[in-house]
């Protein structure tokens, strides 16, 4: 397995990711943290891990700055600067499309990340395949994004989690494209109840797998 931290320009700056790719690999998802932690964060390196095991390459980036990411933390409000966090996950996309350029990709963006990977989708119909949205707020990407979504897109949500899968039924009805709304059961908002992120990323792992076309 090769796994190299990379840098990923932007236009303002440079993005800091880690890019692992298994032996064995049929495609690869960029994983992008918007939080207040890192791409060293046991709960990413843990999707990614069961990403890994599928056979799927990852590319798990930073979309915040470290200033970003202490504002995060230190007020506990996450960065909701939609346009900001589409223009950096897009940049990672083209930097890494021709890299892996004979295998499809596929974008996983949790919170304000998921209206970022939806535009990311949507700036990039031909570089990305699929869009996975665990615990996110996907309708804050807006209409005009949605209605140009063509990769298949999966929303993921607890099943306790009331306020955010309101808003995720309303984006599956929002997307013109084949979307799915799978609600891990008794989990609240982060899955942070025994087994449920296990389970969050099995799911993301079989839909990354079958770029959008696997059943969940």
């Keep these: 397995m090769l796994s190299e931290t990379v840098t990923v320009p932007n236009g303002e700056g440079a993005l800091i990711g880690e890019l692992t790719v298994p032996d064995t690999v049929f495609g690869v998802a960029i994983l992008a943290r918007v939080g207040g932690g890192s791409r060293h964060n046991p709960r990413s390196r843990a999707v990614a891990g069961t990403l890994h095991n599928s056979a799927l390459g990852t590319l798990?980036?930073?979309?915040?700055?470290?200033?970003?990411?202490?504002?995060?933390?230190?007020?506990?409000?996450?960065?909701?600067?939609?346009?900001?966090?589409?223009?950096?996950?897009?940049?990672?996309?083209?930097?890494?499309?021709?890299?892996?350029?004979?295998?499809?990709?596929?974008?996983?963006?949790?919170?304000?990340?998921?209206?970022?990977?939806?535009?990311?989708?949507?700036?990039?119909?031909?570089?990305?395949?699929?869009?996975?949205?665990?615990?996110?707020?996907?309708?804050?990407?807006?209409?005009?994004?949605?209605?140009?979504?063509?990769?298949?897109?999966?929303?993921?949500?607890?099943?306790?989690?009331?306020?955010?899968?309101?808003?995720?039924?309303?984006?599956?009805?929002?997307?013109?494209?084949?979307?799915r709304l799978r609600v891990i059961p008794d989990a609240t908002h982060l899955f942070d109840e025994p087994g449920a992120l296990d389970e969050a990323a099995s799911v993301a792992a079989r839909w990354f797998a079958g770029m959008g076309q696997a059943e969940i």
């Design 60 to 179: 798990l980036i930073d979309l915040l700055t470290a200033d970003e990411a202490a504002t995060v933390r230190a007020t506990g409000r996450q960065h909701n600067d939609v346009g900001q966090l589409t223009h950096r996950l897009t940049a990672s996309v083209d930097w890494l499309a021709p890299r892996v350029s004979d295998l499809p990709v596929g974008l996983f963006g949790a919170s304000t990340g998921a209206a970022a990977a939806l535009g990311a989708a949507a700036a990039r119909p031909g570089l990305v395949d699929t869009v996975v949205c665990p615990a996110g707020r996907p309708d804050l990407a807006g209409d005009d994004v949605l209605g140009h979504v063509h990769a298949p897109v999966l929303l993921l949500v607890g099943g306790r989690d009331t306020e955010v899968l309101r808003r995720n039924r309303e984006t599956a009805n929002r997307l013109r494209v084949l979307s």
